[in-house]
């Protein structure tokens, strides 16, 4: 889903690890990792379907800070 806020769109993408732990995450535009096809990633992941991605952060839902994806493969 996405959030809209004043400063842009957030793209968040949930579902659950080999664990069965559920997973809050968004895809960020980031310098860093050279990351700026973000909608183009966000709309290749198709509900129901497996992925295996890189992330990094840490999730505090009191502040809605998610971890980040920073590369998705099938």
């Given at each position: 889903?996405?959030?809209?806020q004043?400063?842009?769109?957030q ?16 895809i ?32 505090m ?14």
């Amino acid at each position: 889903y996405q959030i809209y806020q004043s400063s842009g769109t957030q793209f968040v993408v949930y579902g659950t690890t080999k664990n069965g732990e559920y997973h809050h995450f968004v895809i960020p535009y980031s310098l860093w990792y050279w990351q700026f096809n973000v909608p183009e990633i966000w709309k290749s992941l198709e509900p129901g379907s497996t992925h295996k991605i890189t992330y990094y952060g840490y999730r505090m839902p009191t502040l809605a800070i998610f971890e980040n994806i920073v590369a998705v493969r099938d």
